[in-house]
């Protein structure tokens, strides 16, 4: 790396010092409960794995150049400056071993919030050269492709043509004046098709009108994942491009996490205004059907199920009574996991770990706090409402040996729904 490159990262970082992560660092009293809240720690013990060390050069500029006794140790030589290999060495803890779940900020006595810092570092990491290639990769593909998994719009409008065959209705695209435009992400598309068979089912009995934009028809948002508030920026532009084209009322976000919190939480942030359409996940959505009486279900599933917490959604997203209302719709023997909600354990997949080809020997065995969970329970199902977690779910199971049925609960609902015929009686 040049030094002018590693000038710009270390730019980046000091940019990133802004009151609350002071505040935060101020505040840090180094009790190690946010190691114990960390899945990549407790199933490793690898200690750059406890969450708040990953953040040690940030901390370092941080106290080098806006603390007092830190500027004296830096004049004495006792605190080095920061240099590139330092920066590379910490991008193994801090893009492979760090999800963005928040779950550390949940138990730190004192209310750091260690995913905001983490992704203020990450902005850093990026200007410098030191994301990971796999990563930079796939926000390369969703800057220039529309996509990180390269997924054009002939391939979704193929995947359309045959739901509507399969099942008589149309897949509506850029439908102007549509109460909601659906957004899918990357992995539904190519691994999930049924997701989208399940949503035109649900708005048909709905009677909700809806549609596919064809320039803005993926949710997942890399920049997010990779650190960079630039391509952040570009990605939720174009979604509020295209809402406010085809003068929409909702913004429907997928079962995907991130994309979830791209657009709903930092969207107008990230855009510099207030957007002129609401934002709500899938979930939500649903469960405003059902509190309309309009999402209409027939028969139980009398197995024994669990739901597993997406992190983005449900602990950074608030979205905690709304799967639970829907799952008792369809499921009469709903168990909960030890750790659920707020609480629950992530699947070891978000925040681009899941992209990174570098981290697959430690996402599987951060998935052993799942394991465990999943073993406790000793249930028949695991539903979920993320496609990331959802493949997550399955490589792990598959690794662990375990032979367990993985759901989306889009879909679950779906296979209830009342039939056609029955839909306008009481």
Known sequence: ???????????????????????????????????????FFTETQEPS??????????????????????RIKKMLGLSKPLTDAELEAWREPLYNACSLCGRCTMVCPV???????????REGMVASGNAPADLAAAAGRAVNIGSPMGVKLPALQAQARHVEQAIGMEIPFDQEGAEYMMMLSSMEIMNFPEYLEAVARIFKQAGKSW???????????TGIQIGS?????????????GAER?????VISPECGHAYTAIRWEGANLVGKPFSFEVKHILEVLDEFREEGLLKTEGFDETRMTFHDPCQLVRRG????????????????????DDHGIMNWCCGAGGGVSANEDAAEVKMKAFNVKKRQLDELKVDTLVTACANCRIQLEEG?????????????????????????KAGES
């Open 318 to 337: 608030g979205v905690v009574q709304q799967p639970r209302n829907l799952m008792n719709m369809v499921a009469t023997n709903f168990v909960e996991m």
């Open 397 to 421: 199971l598959e690794e662990s040996e375990m032979d367990l049925p993985v759901v989306g609960l889009t879909e679950m609902l779906a296979e209830h729904l009342v039939e056609d015929g």
């Open 1 to 39: 790396m040049s030094k002018a490159t590693l000038e710009r990262g270390i730019n980046a970082l000091r940019e990133q010092i802004d009151a609350p992560v002071a505040s935060f660092f101020s505040s840090c009293v180094n009790c190690g409960m946010c190691a114990d809240a960390c899945l």
């Open 229 to 241: 508030s630039d391509i952040a920026r570009e990605l939720v532009g174009r979604v509020v491009a």
């Open 111 to 121: 209310g750091i919030d260690i995913t905001y810092m983490i992704r203020k570092m």
């Open 49 to 70: 794995y406890t969450p708040i060390n990953k953040l040690e050069p940030l901390r370092r500029l941080w106290s080098q150049e806006f603390t007092l006794f830190g």
């Open 246 to 250: 085809l003068k929409v009322k909702t």
């Open 211 to 221: 549609t596919i934009c064809s320039e803005a028809f993926e949710a997942t948002n």
